[in-house]
């Protein structure tokens, strides 16, 4: 039998800490596949090198700023962290390739990269709970590409930036052409929130113009707010293809400025289109200035389960939105429409009772936040928001602005 004194001695036995995950290196200029990889000093050099390893979760995968890397990496291991480590410019990861960045695993966090220059998708997401933070995405067809499948994933904080190339643009059908994503959305669940999407603009035989800053196509639930988007075609734009859905998806705190020849905010449909019906889209306190576009467009059997618009400022150049009632003088067929303002040289459509035609007083053509004065101070209705899109909190005021901007 074991003393008082054996007892407190077992008790306070310490377990030794485990060792943490180990740290992988990676340096375009001065690295070594021979090497160890574990340290700055031992850092492994290729893509190739990488992709051939086995990481555990909780591993970290760090590349050198300045360096530059020309190929796919394929992020295979579920759990593991990839980032950058040093001074400097983000890591790159380039082309010409298909894909830049291929993530088939779950539950990855990735920080602190460029993909930049592929043929279809800086990053294309095939698992789950894939974290993006502060990454960069340019010159490809696709920004980030979100599989159909690749569900629950964040894309934060992050340059989604000149993604403008076409993975189709040609006369051989009059309605195919297709690219120049900033991301382009298939899953379900997904957060697109705080970045900077910007220069998604190509020409294209079929449409003039095509392009969007986020493109939602088969994806459900999907949330995409507080971004900043700028001279991209559209900025949204939804459908499905047969046998699936795209609904409930939420539009919040965005500001869509452009100064391109053409644009549009947002574009969906009813059951009457090939792609359609888009159900219960919700667009709520975005703020859009477009000199030389339209606004929103609902077609092909619009109706309140189609479309949902709450506390929006949409100025335009042109057409201001429209509406399957504009035609069929029924308002069974109208979007959801109230307490917006709107400014544009065309209306097709009804506005709600509390919306109003008027000059939203935006502070700049490219500075969405109201000036004194604005018909949209005051105008909302309470968002379900804490803060709009500079981060003032929206929590216990009695009245709030319509745009994304509280003044």
Partial sequence: MLTLAALLTTSLLVVPAADPPPIHYIDAAAGNDSAAGTSPATAWKSLAKVNAANFAAGEQIMFKRGGSWTGTLNVKWNGVTIGAYGTGALPKIGGPVLN????????????????????????????????????????????????????????????????????????????DDSGAFGILVHGDGNKIRHNTISGSFHTSHDYGYDGAAVEIFNGDRNYIEYNKTADNDSFTELGHEEGQTAD?????????????????????????????????????NNSVNLPNGDGWSCDQGCGPGILKLRNNIVKVGKKVGYDDSFDTHNPADAADEDRGVYQGAVYQFTLGARSVKADPLYTSALDLRLKAGSPAIGRAEKPGYDEDLAGKSLIGLSAWDSGAYQR
């Fill in 100 to 175: 830049c960045v291929n993530v088939t695993a779950s539950d990855v966090f990735i920080g602190d990269l460029r993909a930049s220059g592929c043929n279809w998708a800086g990053f294309e997401l095939w698992g789950d709970n894939i974290v993006m933070d502060t990454v960069q995405a340019d010159n490809n067809v696709a920004g980030v590409s979100i599989t159909d499948g690749s569900d629950s994933n964040e894309i934060r904080w992050s340059a989604i930036v000149d993604n403008n190339k076409m993975s189709v643009d040609d006369d051989n059908l009059p309605d």
């Fill in 248 to 284: 409930d998806n939420v539009f919040a705190y965005n500001s869509v400025t452009s100064t391109k020849p053409s644009g549009t905010f947002l574009i969906t449909r009813g059951a009457k289109s090939h792609i359609g019906p888009v159900r219960r889209t919700l667009a709520i």
